[in-house]
């Protein structure tokens, strides 16, 4: 059995970052070695399971990313869109694996993930619960069945303070759903329909964005045929699913090649839909 695997977490006292901090207490193989905070911030100093809502760890918060670096096995990063791209570089620099959580990325902007992957693995994935990964798994070749004669909507649902619209995983969904019927998402996708669009443009893919309080995150493909709807969705109750879902690719990233991964490789789903 290797040993402990030292993990990094980056905006540690995020939404995610507690969560986090919550679910890797709990996992004996997986050791929180860093917490890093934003630079300036007033909890820098405070213990990372404290400011978490757990028991004290004797870890304090620092916002030295590069220090910390040079004493962990793999960072996880759900900072905002700049400053994951900074961490990353530096992940790059001390050639150190990553796992990004962070969704808004820009064509550009992933562009620069993928550079990164060239020389450190690197798991990129909107969305990290089991439940969402299953359901793009799976979409591709549903709506390959369906076909455009199905209108696709993509609905989704997430609390007030969220940043990014439509959402990472609804992206994605989009995507799968344009890759079952050999589409291009960007050719496709309609993220805005506003005073007379007009009818429906057969085969588009429509995006639809709620916000509101504490919604944790709920998405819906809504599919539309004539004399019937298909309707497939996914509500996280709790952040700890995703938290959950980061220590695994954390986990999975032990000894791997640098290279561009995603939750599909790390829960082994693209060989199961090798075999639909
Ligand atoms: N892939 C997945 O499964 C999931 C992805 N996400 C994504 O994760 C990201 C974070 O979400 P969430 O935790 O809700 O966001 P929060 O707003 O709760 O947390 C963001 C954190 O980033 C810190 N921060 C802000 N600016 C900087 C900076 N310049 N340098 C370093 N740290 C900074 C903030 O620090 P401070 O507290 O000091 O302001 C804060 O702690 C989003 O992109 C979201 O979409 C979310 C859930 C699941
Ligand atoms: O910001 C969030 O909270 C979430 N973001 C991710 C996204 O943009 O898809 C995943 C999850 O739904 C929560």
């Given at each position: 059995?290797?040993?402990?695997?030292?993990?990094?977490?980056?905006?540690?006292?995020?939404?995610?970052?507690?969560?986090?901090?919550?679910?890797?207490?709990?996992?004996?193989?997986?050791?929180?070695?860093?917490?890093?905070?934003?630079?300036?911030?007033?909890?820098?100093?405070?213990?990372?399971?404290?400011?978490?809502?757990?028991?004290?760890?004797?870890?304090?918060?620092?916002?030295?990313?590069?220090?910390?670096?040079?004493?962990?096995?793999?960072?996880?990063?759900?900072?905002?869109?700049?400053?994951?791209?900074?961490?990353?570089?530096?992940?790059?620099?001390?050639?150190?694996?990553v796992v990004v959580g962070t969704t808004?990325f820009?064509?550009?902007?992933r562009?620069?993930l993928e550079?990164?992957s060239?020389?450190?693995p690197l798991v990129l994935a909107p969305n990290m619960s089991v439940?969402v990964n299953v359901l793009l798994a799976?979409?591709p070749?549903?709506?390959?069945?369906?076909?455009?004669?199905?209108?696709?909507?993509?609905?989704?649902?997430?609390?007030?303070?969220?940043?990014?619209?439509?959402?990472g995983t609804?992206l994605a969904l989009?995507r799968a759903?344009?890759t079952?019927?050999?589409?291009?998402?960007?050719?496709?996708?309609?993220?805005?329909?506003?005073?007379?669009?007009?009818?429906?443009?057969?085969?588009?893919?429509?995006?639809?964005?709620?916000?509101?309080?504490?919604?944790?995150?709920?998405?819906?493909?809504?599919?539309?045929?004539?004399?019937?709807?298909?309707?497939?969705?996914?509500?996280?109750?709790?952040?700890?699913?995703?938290?959950?879902g980061a220590?695994r690719a954390?986990?999975w990233l032990?000894?791997r090649?640098?290279n561009l991964y995603d939750m599909q490789d790390v829960l082994g789903l693209k060989d199961l839909t090798?075999?639909?």
């Amino acid at each position: 059995m290797a040993g402990v695997w030292r993990v990094g977490i980056t905006a540690v006292a995020g939404r995610m970052g507690r969560a986090l901090v919550q679910a890797i207490v709990a996992h004996p193989e997986l050791q929180l070695v860093a917490a890093i905070g934003r630079s300036g911030a007033a909890y820098l100093g405070e213990d990372a399971g404290r400011l978490a809502g757990v028991q004290a760890l004797g870890l304090p918060v620092t916002a030295d990313l590069v220090g910390a670096l040079a004493d962990l096995d793999v960072l996880i990063e759900f900072g905002p869109v700049e400053a994951a791209l900074a961490h990353i570089a530096a992940c790059v620099a001390a050639a150190k694996p990553v796992v990004v959580g962070t969704t808004g990325f820009s064509v550009d902007q992933r562009a620069e993930l993928e550079n990164a992957s060239r020389h450190i693995p690197l798991v990129l994935a909107p969305n990290m619960s089991v439940g969402v990964n299953v359901l793009l798994a799976f979409l591709p070749a549903i709506s390959a069945v369906l076909g455009e004669g199905y209108d696709v909507e993509i609905v989704e649902a997430h609390h007030r303070h969220k940043m990014d619209a439509p959402s990472g995983t609804a992206l994605a969904l989009g995507r799968a759903v344009a890759t079952g019927r050999g589409q291009r998402l960007d050719e496709v996708q309609c993220l805005d329909r506003n005073g007379i669009p007009g009818p429906r443009m057969a085969g588009s893919i429509g995006f639809a964005t709620l916000r509101g309080a504490d919604v944790v995150g709920e998405h819906t493909v809504w599919m539309a045929g004539t004399g019937e709807r298909l309707e497939l969705t996914h509500r996280a109750s709790s952040r700890l699913n995703f938290a959950e879902g980061a220590l695994r690719a954390a986990s999975w990233l032990r000894n791997r090649a640098p290279n561009l991964y995603d939750m599909q490789d790390v829960l082994g789903l693209k060989d199961l839909t090798a075999l639909q």
